[in-house]
């Protein structure tokens, strides 16, 4: 076990006795793994959800309800990994952006199939120009209640 400064030591004591894993209190202080395993047993502490008699993981959900295994043998909470699966997804989503080529061949009158972001901006372009709903409709090859509630969803949206 490597000796750690003893401001870096304190701070990786207080996260093991809070309940932080391993892997987490290795990302906050950057001390290596293997040493926080060795003060994790020095302190006395349980290894992170290292029993599935044990009642509940970190963050309260109830074993063994949430308990799966990994295909190496090692225990994880579902109710855990579906929160963390929602936020990664939260934080890594982009909006597709529309196709302005697609767009365009539908304000002329020759669209292909559109999704609706791109028939929604197709109708603004022609309803910019005071087309009736049936002429938009015709060009864009949607219904007079499409362009109707497209129009809608625009007024509100300003």
Known sequence: MSRLPDGVRREVE???????????????????????????????????MAAEDSPACRHGHPFPENVARYPSGGLYCLACAEIRKREYHA?????????????????????????????????????????????????????PRTVHRARSRQRAAV
Request: net charge positive; charged share 25%; with cysteine.
């Open 14 to 48: 207080a996260l093991l006795c809070a309940g932080h894993s391993d892997w987490e209190v290795h990302r906050r202080t950057g001390a290596a793994r293997r040493t926080i395993r060795c003060y994790r047993m020095r302190l006395g502490l349980p290894v992170y």
């Open 91 to 143: 934080s890594n989503y982009e909006p597709v952006q529309p196709d302005e080529v697609a767009i365009e061949r539908a304000v002329a009158g020759d669209p292909a199939r559109l999704t609706p972001r791109e028939r929604s901006a197709a109708i603004a372009q022609l309803d910019a120009w005071q087309l009736p709903a049936s002429v938009i409709a015709e060009r864009v090859r949607c219904s």
